[in-house]
């Protein structure tokens, strides 16, 4: 008796719908990730410790 263990049959491919998904989640997560680090950087570099016209340093 001979059985065919043949498990990747040609016929049957897998979608590549879930590794584009994760691919497009992934790249989400890295441009927002990017983008609040910018944001954090330029708000405490270029906004935060300014001085009033009364000279003390204002967050």
Same mark, same amino acid.
């Given at each position: 008796? +001979? +059985?065919?263990?043949? #498990?990747?049959?040609?016929?049957?491919?897998?979608? +590549?719908?879930?590794? #584009?998904? *994760?691919?497009?989640?992934? #790249? +989400?997560?890295?441009?927002?990730?990017?983008?609040?680090?910018?944001?954090?950087?330029?708000?405490?570099?270029? *906004?935060?410790?300014? #001085?009033?016209?009364?000279?003390?340093?204002? *967050?």
């Amino acid at each position: 008796m +001979t +059985t065919n263990l043949n #498990i990747d049959a040609p016929d049957k491919r897998e979608s +590549t719908w879930p590794r #584009i998904a *994760q691919l497009v989640l992934v #790249i +989400t997560f890295v441009v927002a990730v990017y983008l609040l680090g910018l944001s954090m950087v330029h708000h405490r570099f270029f *906004q935060g410790g300014r #001085i009033d016209r009364y000279g003390h340093v204002r *967050q």
